[in-house]
Structures are given as C-alpha cells and as structure tokens.
C-alpha cells in the first residue's frame, strides 16, 4: 500500500492549484456580484486551459485527450473545487459520456468537445422526475425513420454556454409485472434544432453565474443519427459513463473544503476574545480538530473510488459513500467555518458566506444524499437477499 | 548555445511565513515549497530564447537539498532539456550562501560550458541579490542585471535594466550572466505533456564535495524576527478632509 502521489501527480495538483489560484479566484468576487461571468472570460480560461494541455484531460489520448487515470482527474477536479463553478466550467471536462459516440458523431460531437470548440451539457432532470430519472416524460415517439419530441428538462446546467445537449428522452413503455417500465434512449441534440428551446432558468443560492436552464421540446424532429448509444439503450451508456462523474462532485468538495478550512484555521488563530487567540478556547480548536479530521477522511475515501475505478474493481458503493460523505462533510466544514467567524461569516466581504451557499447544492445533484443512502444500502443488502 | 539557469527552492511565495520560537530563522518544517518566482522568470525567458532559435538547449540546475529534485522536475515541466542538482545540504533549514553557490555554478559553468547563464535576481527568501553578480566576477563574464527585456544577437546582447526611476540599456559582450526582473515576461504554466514527459528527462545528480567546493557559511544570523504590524488605517468621507488630514499629519 502507498499513499503518497508519485512526482507527476504532485506537479498535476501544484500546476492546476495555481490555474485557480491566479486565473479564477481574482475574478470570484466580480462573478458573485453580477450573477454572470463577465464577458471573453471564460473563453480566456478556456484558451489558456487548451494551451496547458489541461482541456479535456479526462478523454484518452487517441481522440486528443491527455488520458489521465481516474485518479488523477481526480486530482485535477479537486484543485479546481476550490474555485468558482461559473468560472472553472471553462477548464474544460466534457462529459465522457461522449466517447459513445459513434461513425460521424466522433467529427460532429466528441472531436469538437475534446478541441473545446463545442461545448455540451448533459440533460436528464425534468420537473417531474428528479431522482426517479425512468418517470420522464420527455417523450419521443416513431415518426418514420425519426423521433417526434416533446416535453422538457429542467436545472440543466451549463445549458447557457453549450453547442449541443445530451439529453436523455423516453422512446417507449414496455409492460412488465411490476407496472409499466419507461425505455430510455440518449440524444444528442443541437442548439438551433427545430423545436427545440434553451430558456432561462432559476436564481440559485449555490454557485451563483453558474447557470441552470430549462430545455423545451415542441415536436421536434431528430433522427435516428442523433442516437448515442443504443435505441432504447439510454441507461445502458448512462451507467458505462455517469456514475463516475459522483466522483467529481465528491472530489470537488473536498478541494473547498479546503480552500474553507485555510480561512477557519487562520482566523481561529488570529482573532482574539476575552484577551487570546480563539484557537485557545477548546470549543474552537476542537471544532477545528473535527473538520480537519473529516475533510481527510473524506479525499482518502474519494481518492480510493477513483483508484478503484482504475483497477477495475467495482466502485458503485465505494463512490457513493465518497459523494455521500464528502458533501455531508462540506456542510458541516462550511458551517462551521461560518461559525468560528461569528458574524463577519455572514458578510459578503469574505467569501464564507459563498462557501456555505455552495456547499448546499453538492448534496443534491448528481443525486441526493437519500439516493446514495439508498445505493449503498442495495448494494449491501442486494446480496442477502433483502 | 546552452543556456544555464539556477533555481532555487524556497518557502512558497503565498505562504505566510513564521519566525522560529529561538530566532534562528524562519520555520521550513512542513511548509508548501516552490521555484523562487525570479528564477521562473529566468526559465521562461531561456525557454524563450530556445523557441526563438537562440539557444539550443535549456539546463536547470539547482543547489541545496535533495528535495530541489522537486524544483528542478517543475522547470523540466515548463520546458527546460535537462537539470543538474548539487546537493549542499541535508537540512533544509541550512541556506547555501550566494558566494558558495557562485563558486558551485563556475564549476557548473566549466563543465557545460554554456553561452549564457540566465539567473533570478534575488531569491525571495533572503533577498541576498549576489550570485548572480558574484558569478559574472568569478567567471570574468559581462553581467546585465534586474533585466526587463533581453535581446540576445550573437556575440552580444542588449539587455534593457530596471534602475531606480527608470530604464537603462547595456549592450554586453557574450557570454554573460543576466539576472532577471519581476516584469521581464510571464512565466508559463507547466503544460500536461510536459509535465509528463518531465519525469523522462535527464537529472544528474552531484554533490557540493564532488565539486570541491566548501559550503561552510561565513555569514552569522544574529536574529530573526517578525516584521512590526502595521498600525490600523483610517477611511475618510471626502477628498477634503483626505487633503486636511495629511495638513494636518504634515505630510502635503
Ligand atoms: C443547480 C442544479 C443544477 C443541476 N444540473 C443538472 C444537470 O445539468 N442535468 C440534469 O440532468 N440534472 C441537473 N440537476 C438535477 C439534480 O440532479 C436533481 O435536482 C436531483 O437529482 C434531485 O431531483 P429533484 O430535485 O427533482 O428532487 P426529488 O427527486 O423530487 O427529491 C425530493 C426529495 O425526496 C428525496 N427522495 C427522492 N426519492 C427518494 C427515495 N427513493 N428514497 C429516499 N428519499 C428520496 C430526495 O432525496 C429529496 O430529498 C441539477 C440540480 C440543481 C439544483
């Protein structure tokens, strides 16, 4: 057993630690005000992300990736959680999801997205069906050789910057003894296609210019050339691709975790009531004690899922107890920071207050503490028969 | 031309620095260590000359601790060839003085023989801001130090200096030591294939004694201490009472 990174994995953090700190947290301050990264921005970090080598980096290195391990993308994605979401979108990672494409998907979709010359987002959630993904009701129905769809999406994230959507839409019903079960088929769906809209979405407390749109389909038309994967076969490439991406929220976590945790040790250790350093009352230093304790937990146990993943090993209860106890974990390290900064917490002029609004979402996307509980608890009892 | 470029290692420029409890120095025990931000300059610069045709290979060598391999992997990632590390040291809190360090170097330069050596100014950690001109008088080289802008033309380069209240242009004769300012370039990234590719590229490793050279200190610290804090400011409503404050300090 090592537990050390080798001298590449040091640099990887020590270069992309310093990206964020000197390319995006000199803009933080200006994105959470207005709501909106400022304009040529993000394709300024993009550019100079494409330069390093660094775009795309989780994509093997025969469609022009850097084929990092899954361990070292998770490496990569944990110094960029300590920055902005609206800003670090543009340190390319497509979703990988991409490299089902097939024929000439490859020119039209994942070449583009790997160059950083098209942006995707992926689009599942709808209004009425969130965590239950298969009670869509985004429909697609036979139209000659095409696909006729309607519905919609909701809280698509990044929607306000990509070329094209992977959107996940119901192709038929099939009746079986439990009830009638929805098939799912995933789409690659362009901006501009007939009938399909890209609308603004809601205000969130949680990474503010990081934008969620809502995706309208009023008969719109696509064919069968827009399917990845499979006809029907939706959850098939969803579960080849998706569950590690639990990995990145988990990972991303605990690089804020972090950057939070500098601010709480440095104050605790600078402010000073009833004549000391608050660090000397124990009701501060333990609290300190407690997050530093679990922030370490929770990267070994993320660093593990990834390195799991890259032995082939199954990973599916190991990565959701890492998304689960990571994002539990930043609540409670977020809050706590809050706390030992007493009011001063709570004023913008100190990105605190942001920490604590950001770390809310983690534990709701890319589904919800309750859906990992509820993974790991098949995962243990499927085998026992219970 | 091979282009020579020492590195050094030292406390992380974001680090907030701590004293030692008896003075001694400053506290290194656990704490985020990185390139002197003058010598990243310097790589950048010699990466440049390479890019532009100028050179034709980049060499990094750095002089203190074994764990310099660290800093030298970070200039092979940039884009340096190859690295040279003289190992001087074992502890890490123990400086290499900047005359021991020059004399290491004109050994290094004896060696490789390189056209030009490319230099930081100053590191941050003691500010010393000597080697570079103490080599330059050991090798009987030209020197152009604090550069801002660098031209190197065959057998001579124009080297544009930073000087107090303004700019100053030498020609020099080749070869020389040039020491690099803050605004001479922005230093790269390391990109991803470099950094990959780092690990790949030759190393060689020396010691201090290999090269004859005593790294005995003849500098004696007497103390070390935090610098004063600063006393709170004041806001103020309007340019008016800016202007009546500092009457009334004295000041305009
Ligand atoms: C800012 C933001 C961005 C997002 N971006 C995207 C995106 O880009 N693409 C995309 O497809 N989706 C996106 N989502 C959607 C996100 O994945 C869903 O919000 C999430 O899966 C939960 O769905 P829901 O909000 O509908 O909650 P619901 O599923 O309605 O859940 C409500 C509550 O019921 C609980 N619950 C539900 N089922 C169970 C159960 N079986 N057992 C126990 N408890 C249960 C949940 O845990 C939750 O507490 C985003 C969401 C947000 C907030």
Known sequence: ?386 | MKVLVPVKRVIDYNVKVRVKADGSGVDLANVKMSMNPFDEIAVEEAIRLKEAGKADEVIAVSIGVKQAQETLRTALAMGADRAILIVAADDVHQDIEPLAVAKILAKVVADEQPGLVLCGKQAIDNDMNATGQMLAALLGWSQATFANKVDVDGDHAVVTREVDGGLQTVKVKMPAVISADLRLNEPRYATLPNIMKAKKKPLVEQTAADLGVDVAPRLTVVKTSEPATRAAGIKVGSVDELVAKLKEKGVV
């Open chain 1, 1 to 386: 057993m090592h537990f050390g990174l080798t001298e590449e994995q040091e640099m990887i953090v020590s270069t992309v630690r310093s990206f964020v700190e000197n390319e995006i947290y000199p803009h933080e301050a200006e994105v959470e005000r207005s709501g909106a990264v400022p304009p040529g921005l993000g394709e300024e970090i993009k550019r100079k992300c494409i330069e390093m080598g660094f775009y795309a980096c989780n994509f093997p290195e025969e469609v022009g990736g850097a084929g990092l391990s899954h361990l070292d993308f998770t490496l990569v994605e944990r110094e960029l959680g300590r920055g902005s979401m609206a800003l670090t979108h543009f340190f390319g990672r497509p979703q990988n999801i991409l490299m089902a494409c097939k024929g000439e998907q490859r020119e039209r979709y994942l070449l583009p997205a790997v160059r950083g010359e098209r942006m995707d987002a992926l689009a599942m959630t709808e209004p009425d069906a969130g965590s239950d993904v298969r009670g869509m009701k985004c429909m697609g129905v036979r139209d000659g050789g095409d696909w006729v769809v309607n519905g919609s999406k909701h809280f698509i994230s990044g929607a306000d910057h990509a070329d094209f959507f992977i959107v996940f839409i119901a192709t038929g019903v099939d009746e079986t003894p439990h009830g009638p079960k929805k098939r799912i088929t995933c789409f690659l769906v362009d901006r501009g296609t007939p009938g399909f809209e890209v609308r603004p979405g809601y205000n969130s407390v949680s990474h503010r210019g990081y934008k969620n749109c809502i995706l309208y389909f009023d008969d719109c038309r696509l064919p069968d050339a827009q399917v990845l994967g499979e006809v029907d076969g939706g959850f098939a490439v969803m579960n080849e691709w998706l569950y590690a991406t639990r990995l990145t929220v988990a990972t991303f976590s605990v690089g804020r975790a972090r950057r939070c945790f500098d601010h709480a040790l440095a104050y605790a250790a600078e402010r000073k009531q009833f004549g000391q350093q608050i660090a000397k009352f124990q009701g501060v230093s333990f609290q300190i004690a407690d997050m530093i304790t679990e922030i370490d937990a929770a990267d070994w146990l993320t660093l593990s899922g990834a390195w799991r993943l890259d032995q082939g090993l199954p990973a599916n209860r190991e990565i959701a107890s890492a998304k689960l106890y990571a994002t539990e974990m930043l609540a409670r390290v977020t809050d706590a920071t809050l706390q030992i900064h007493g009011g001063m917490g709570l004023m913008d002029d100190l990105p605190i207050e942001r920490f604590w609004r950001d770390a809310r979402v983690e534990r709701i996307w890319d589904g919800t503490s309750e859906i990992q509980r509820h993974i790991i608890g098949r995962e243990l009892f499927r085998p026992l028969g219970a």
